[in-house]
């Protein structure tokens, strides 16, 4: 694992160089210091199998590193000659590799992905007191992790012991998470490369997934056609747990994929993606287990995508980031009127449906997510500072180019006496995956189709093979 042939693209060196040489600039305008970023932990499954290691995102972003047991350490108070950009990594070992696979070792790996310097993973705890000794600032996760944290502890410690010797720990710990953040918000064009690859895969595996449904399929089947597909294309897993859900399951949002039959006359919500090269992508579609909408399904399928097509029309560089979820929200509101499952005697006109959160009964979440290496990617949805609105609420981000957020309406529809029974049971949900440009989105993820006569046009097909 973790060898070079593992990545599905080269290694993008002044990339990730380049990553580095920013957040270095950034730290040398507040004072310098020293900047630490371990990768993620091998965790334990059971006994000894541990689950499938997945590296943090944050040191994925500025090394490219996907091995286990490595830590980056930036020294933006570096004098000329010294290393600024250094990777801490497993060594070579004859033995282990046997067993488990490439690791490239320090030098390798310094070449590769083009550190000034690199050591042996087991050298950390012996080179950072002395790393950290005399600098103005320590920068690293702050608080996002007890393992780190105990190893700062440590550090801070080992500096203090030689107190007597005249060096000083670091005044100041400063989080670094913001800053990468600020940077990870705005995706670059090796990123956004990527994330065209990753949503082609997915649109492929949810078109496979429909062409396959059948009535009488259970969802842990529907399942492995989209598996099949991530892996056959070369995506090295899910981006988050599969989601397929047939009939009144599609109304449990994070309904995991189960045990249930699809039936006649179900609808298949499936909320499914894969991760390439550690970026997400995060595809919804919902479509009849039999090939045909019935009535009730198709009225509220159609609200949902004009919900949807109004949210795409909102999202642009210049508006604020709740700009397509007030437009999905308006046009729901009025299809839950439309259809009486919001009594019109009751519930009034669409401004009382939308003040009062009337809605929220059946569209309970929001209508997107920030989307990178995270399915839900890092940064703020609320600007740092600047006014407060009514509720205190920092106001919402103004969208910019680049950034990658999903666009997700959905209607659920529980079984209540109160709800005209037509519509009982039916959870809809269709999501695209957006890149925002100066005068509107590209969408990463339409390989597969949206519209409900497409969708009943590509289940017709399949089911002639
Ligand atoms: N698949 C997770 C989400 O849609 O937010
Ligand atoms: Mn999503
Ligand atoms: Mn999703």
Known sequence: ??????????IAVDVYRGRRERVLAAMRAQGGGIAVVATAPEVLRNRDADYPFRHDSYFYYLTGFTEPEATLVLN????????????????????????????????????????????????????????????????????????????????LAAVRAQGRSGVRAPEEARNLLPLLDEMRLVKDAHEIAIMRRAGSISAEAHRRAMRACRPGMHEYEIEAELLYTFRRRGAQAPAYGSIVAAGANACVLHYPAGNAIARDGDLILIDAACELDGYASD?????????????????????????QSAAIEATRAGVSFDAP???????????LLDTGILDKAKFGTIDDVIG????????????GHWLGMDVHDAGDYRNADGPRDAQGAREWRTLAAGNALTIEPGLYVRAAEDVPERYWNIGIRIEDDAIVTPNGCELLTREVPVDADEIEALMRESNQD
């Open 76 to 155: 933006a108070s570096a004098q000329d000659g010294e290393p600024a950009s250094i990777l801490f990594c497993r060594e070579k070992n004859a033995e282990r590799e046997t067993w488990e696979g490439f690791r490239f070792g320090p030098e390798a790996a310094r070449d590769a992905f083009g550190f000034d310097a690199a050591f042996a993973i087991d050298s950390l705890d012996e080179e950072l007191p002395r790393l950290i000794a005399d600098r103005p600032a320590l920068y690293y996760a702050l608080g996002a992790s007890a393992e780190v944290d105990a190893q700062v502890r440590g550090w």
């Open 356 to 367: 009062e959160r009337a809605f929220a009964r059946f569209y309970m979440h929001r209508t």
């Open 325 to 335: 979820h007030q437009a999905a929200v308006k046009v729901l509101s009025q299809g």
């Open 283 to 307: 595809i919804t579609r919902t479509f009849p287990a039999s090939g045909l909408f019935t009535p009730p399904q198709r009225e509220l399928y159609d609200i949902v995508l004009a919900a």
């Open 1 to 10: 694992m973790n060898s070079l042939t593992e990545l599905a693209s080269p």
